[in-house]
Structures are given as C-alpha cells and as structure tokens.
DNA sequence: CTGTTAGCGCTTTCAC
DNA sequence: GTGAAAGCGCTAACAG
C-alpha cells in the first residue's frame, strides 16, 4: 500500500475533501451527506466529514483544520454567523462550494434550493384550505434559506392579500428539542392562528411533540406544513405535509461541482449556482381550519 | 496554516482516523457518526468517513484508502462478509475497533450491545402480552449481531415453553426498503403470526410502511417490536416499542477505545470488548393479540 | 528504457 | 542557545 500523504506533498493533490455540516442528527444532513460521500469517493476522493451543530468557531476551525490536510477543496453548509473564514478560502483559491445557504456578498459556486418559491407553495397550500392566521417558526435570521422561506411565506400573504403579522414570525434554533420548546410556547402564547408552517421537517418533529404533549390534534387543531422531506415525513404520527427537496442529488451536484472547480485550473468561482425547484408534497398535516370549515 | 501532510510523513501520526459504517441514511449510524466525529474532534483527529451500503467490496477498498492515507487508527462497522482485510489491520497494528459486531475469531477491541439480552427483553414483552407466535424480521444471518439477537428470541420463547418455528425467521436486507417489501410478504404469506420483532428500528419503518399499504393496523392487527430507538421511533405513525441503545455513546466510547490504542504503543488488541447493556422502551406498537385478548 | 537524484514541507538531530 | 542538514515516502525530471 503506498503512501498517499508523500504522494499528495509532491503531487500538490491529496484526493481529499472536507465537508463541513451542521447536523448529523438531522436526516437531511446525513442524506445529504450520503450523497456527498457515495460521489466523492466513486471519483477518487475520500470525505473529511465536521459536523458544527451550527456553531461559528467549530466552523471556522474546521476549515483551518481542512486546509492544513490540504484538502482540495471543501463543501460547506455555512453556519453564517461569519464569512471571513470562507472569504479566505476564495482569496487562496481553493475551490470551494456552498450547500443550501449562500452568502450575497460572496462570489461562490452553490447548490441550494429556490426557498422563496418552496415557501410559497406551503403557504399557499395552508391559505387555499382556508387558513388566514399563519405562523412560521424558522431558525437564526442570518441564514439565507430562512430569510428566503419568509420571503415566500410573505409573498403567499399578499398574493392572498392577507396582512403580514411580525408576531407570527418566531426564529429559534434549528433542532428537534428547539422546535418541541418554541411549538409548546407558541400554543401556549395565546396567539391566533391555526396552522404553522415550520422551516424545516426536523423542527416540524419538535413542533409535534409539544402538540402531543399539550393533547393537540393535527391537524384538527393546528396544521403543519414543513420542508425537506425527510425519509420519516410520511411515517410520523401526521404523515407531515412537506416542501421536498432532493437530498442525495444535492450532495450528489455538490461534489461534481466542487471536482469541476478542483480539475479544472482555470476556473472562476462564483459562476455556478445550481437552483433546483422544490415540490409540494400534501399529506395529512393539513386540513382546513377548525373554525372555518 | 502549517502542511499537516509534510508533519505526518515525518512524525508518523496523521492525526485522522477512519469511520466505516453501513448506511448514513439509518439514524442510528448517524447518530452514531455524531459521537464519532464529535468527539475525535475534541482529542484533535479528523475523521474519514466511508459510507459501504453494507457491501462488502467497498468495505475492502475502503480499508485499503484508509490504510494509504495513514490514518492513525480505523473505527469499523464490518458487513461481515469477509474478514481478511480486518485481520490484515490486526497483523499490521493498525489500531482498529469495532462497531456492534464482532468476529468471534478474530481479537479486535470492540463494542457492542448485549443483543442476546436485548432481544429477550423485546420478546419476553410480547410473551407477556399473550403472543406466541412472532415472527422476526433480521438481517444476512453472518452479522454477529443478526444471530445474537436470534439467539435471544429463541431464549425468551425457550423461557415461556413455546416451541420454535424456523419458518417465522425471515433474514432480508437491513434498509427501510426492504423492510417493507418482506413485511409486505410475510403479511400476505398466510404464516400465522400475531407480533412481530424486527432487528432494527430503521428496518421496522419500512414493515410501518407495508401494514398501511395492506391497511393493516399496528398494534391492533399486529404487534411490532423494534431495536435501537431512533429519534423518530417515538413519533411514528404508532410510536414505537423498542430496545434501547446509546447510539451516540456507542460513537464516543468507540472513539476513546481506538485512541487508547493509538496512543498507547504496547496496547494488546481484542482485550477490550465493551458490552453495554440494552433498555426496553414500551411504546404503543406493542399490545395483547387481536384473538388473544 | 531503466536508474539515479532532487525536492515536496516539515521535524529532529547534530554541529556550532 | 541558534542554525544547518538529514530524511519521512514518494514522483518528476534527469542522465546513462
């Protein structure tokens, strides 16, 4: 067997690529980075995996970490608390490529999902049963995926001429146990409103288990649109109505476009950015408000 | 930032370590994966990650990889198709542990459930509830812990005196898929059965899966019983009952058991075998049978 | 076409 | 103490 660190510190390639993630707990995540991983290796390279829990400084030292394994090059589902560590990684040349999210500031190939649009269609969906007070629990305000779902959520009010509420908007953290916290203290808020859509599938499991806990029934109660489709969307309790985005296949583009940017020298980055089209998938965690039916 | 390839080649260590796991895409793996790379993290190792599908060849490539990017140490949950490439580890001192399988004879630390135990438990509570004819959906009968947790059922139907029928032992692949299609057979097989034990909860979503499509009704047509309690296990259609392991320890202790290798020259492989010790979760997928009660 | 050598970036050793 | 040199395992470029 020889050895492949001599081989890459004379090469100038070592075959290797980071992937920094948020959350391996989330079944998107770790669909996605099946994807990333299955391709990667099938052309050759072996994934440095990081998993930050969203944290900034886990991010920021990953990508110190990754550069001195002097990978070549990195797939990133930013955090975006900061920006200089991936700025740097622009400046230096290293191919790099943005999952989901992207920064509008930054030059950088992306793969991500037309948010606005996905929202629309799950907000859309809630008014043409009949829902007018409609919450959205999303996650930390400077990730651009959730500024561009509330965008959507907003556009779907107007087209309806429905009057956006700022109080039905609640940011929280993206994981099970924040959307089981922010479901509980949102039912119990007294607000008014009959349906919730949710940033995420995973959040939208929390959002559940609060319902269960307070003897809530979806959607008789309340419905429930969330995003991703994640394997057990159709398996829970509600089967969850979902915006589906093609997870594997998001991986999958990720590293063929991070390969291109890496085989091909002169490349500028910044010039792909792969939007795909979400898809509405309806299933039994909507329904027409109680009182309005 | 400092070449960390050029310090290896000279000092011997890479400071990376290699994760070989089955499917990324079953939460118990990624959550294990989470305590893996967590925690390699925090003991300053990056972690390669290879995801095999179970399949053998790829678990052999992977091995070979891993062995040229001189990874300081190699975390394996094996397909148990073959174990020369693993006892090639042995012979060459590459610290190497193993994930919930084992191979009786080879001496690898490892660690692992008490599956036998485990799927008594899972058992005995059918038995309790009246069934005595319960079928077991598992994995490829070479996986350790596939015969383990067979050996367990045999053990709880032993214990109530209810005779052992070959025929209610189906093996199959271990994906949500393919939980689906045997489920989907063994319910239109005609087999008398009132309960089902299935080897994993991941596995027992796809059996979820072919009950509704036959518009079967867990538990009041049939009782299912799964293994690992997943995050969602709790939130499916019917929640489910469980056999309880701790999948992100099982990834930590996993870690500190390869670093006490790897940092200990004169370690002694196969001296440590953690077993840890399994939990029933009553959930309301289980419940007397429907003749029975 | 085979064999030797320089050097990738670093650490460790040895001389000064 | 500081500074030069050797060498980790490999590939590339060279000479024979």
Redesign the pocket.
């Known amino acids: 067997?020889?050895?492949?660190?001599?081989?890459s510190?004379?090469?100038?390639q070592s075959h290797t690529i980071g992937l920094i993630i948020a959350d391996m707990a989330n079944p998107f995540y770790s669909k996605v980075t099946q994807g990333v991983e299955e391709t990667a290796r099938q052309h050759g390279y072996s994934t440095i995996l990081v998993d930050t829990h969203e944290d900034d400084n886990d991010e920021r030292q990953a990508v110190q970490v990754l550069r001195?394994k002097q990978v070549d090059g990195i797939i990133i589902h930013p955090a975006q608390a900061s920006s200089d560590h991936i700025a740097g990684l622009l400046q230096l040349g290293i191919p790099t490529v943005l999952v989901n999210r992207y920064f509008p500031g930054l030059e950088i190939d992306c793969i991500i999902n037309n948010n606005r649009h996905g929202a629309c269609l799950a907000v859309r969906h809630l008014i043409e049963l009949g829902h007018r007070r409609i919450a959205h629990i999303t996650g930390p305000a400077q990730i651009s995926s959730v500024c561009e779902r509330i965008s959507g959520y907003r556009q779907a009010l107007e087209e309806a001429v429905i009057p956006f509420d700022e109080s039905l908007i609640i940011h929280t953290a993206l994981g099970l146990q924040a959307g089981c916290e922010t479901g509980r203290s949102l039912f119990q808020s007294g607000l008014d409103f009959s349906a919730i859509y949710v940033y995420s599938d995973y959040l939208a499991v929390g959002v559940f288990k609060a319902a269960r806990e307070l003897g809530l029934h979806i959607p008789l109660d309340y419905s429930l649109v969330g995003y991703d489709d994640i394997e057990f969307a159709e398996f829970l309790e509600t089967p969850l109505t979902t915006v589906r985005q093609p997870m594997y296949e998001i991986g999958q583009r990720a590293v063929l476009l991070l390969i291109e940017n890496i085989e091909n020298p002169g490349h500028v980055p910044g010039q792909k950015k792969i939007v795909l089209e979400p898809e509405l998938v309806i299933r039994q965690s909507t329904a027409p408000p109680h009182d309005g039916g």
């Open positions: 067997v020889p050895n492949s660190l001599a081989r510190l004379v090469g100038g001195s």
